[in-house]
């Protein structure tokens, strides 16, 4: 079975602190993706990477950055947190194979909360 | 830009009647459509992946339908069970990459 791990569920922060979010997944996906989730918004990709040291912006990278430094760990850094970020982050993994993806596996979510 | 709509955002029906979920996309140039489910709090699991090319896909009381041209997409769920209470999202993959873009779910409440 695949696994994709976040390393909190729940997350308190204050505003203006540097955050990290980690992702980690065991089956030597070549793609990670980070979405966040808000309620009428739906899922909305802030950054994806389709190999170690290579990222690409999603739909809504500002306030965000990413490390991907080795193949199953992807991290997702707030530089300075804000209370608009709240919101619940999902990581998720996928193969890549002869050009495409395969489905993607998703992580339980971390739900931060900005103060 | 692709745009995803569900609707209804949120459906309730009595154990046992079937459940048909609606998904509409604008762009028809995707590369695949997937159903997933979400329970409250938690992460996704794929459901369905309907390939541009097939018409619907089919698994246990789960069958999916894709009419490309139409933009639209049809989930349904046979005879409902309680647990099948939960957010079902459907997601289109572009042609060109790999992106997915998301529907805001439907909220199925399946009462015993």
């Known amino acids: 079975d695949v696994k994709v791990t976040q390393s909190s569920r729940y997350l308190v922060k204050r505003t203006g602190e540097k955050v990290f979010l980690e992702c980690v997944q065991d089956m030597d996906h070549e793609n990670m993706f980070w979405y966040r989730q808000d309620p009428g918004l739906g899922l909305r990709l802030i950054y994806f990477s389709y190999d170690v040291k290579m990222k690409e912006k999603g739909d809504i990278p500002e306030g965000y950055s990413v490390s991907r430094e080795k193949k199953e760990r992807f991290s997702l850094i707030l530089e300075s947190a804000s209370t608009n970020q709240t919101s619940m982050y999902l990581c998720a993994s996928s193969r890549q194979l002869f050009g495409r993806q395969e489905t993607q596996y998703f992580g339980p979510g971390t739900r931060l909360l900005v103060l | 830009k692709q745009e995803v709509t569900q609707i209804p955002a949120a459906l309730s029906v009595p154990e046992g009647e079937n459940l048909v979920l609606n998904c509409s996309f604008t762009?028809?140039?995707?590369?695949?459509l997937q159903w997933f489910r979400q329970d409250p709090g938690k992460g996704l699991t794929s459901l369905l992946l309907?390939?541009?090319?097939?018409r619907e896909q089919t698994s246990g009381r789960l069958n999916a339908s894709l009419d490309k041209s139409s933009g639209r997409s049809t989930l349904y769920i046979a005879a409902s069970q309680p647990g099948d209470s939960a957010t079902y999202l459907c997601a289109v993959e572009e042609a060109a990459g790999n992106k997915l873009t998301f529907g805001g779910g439907t909220r199925v409440l399946v009462k015993p």
């Open positions: 309907i390939q541009s090319s097939q």
């Open positions: 762009d028809s140039a995707i590369y695949n």
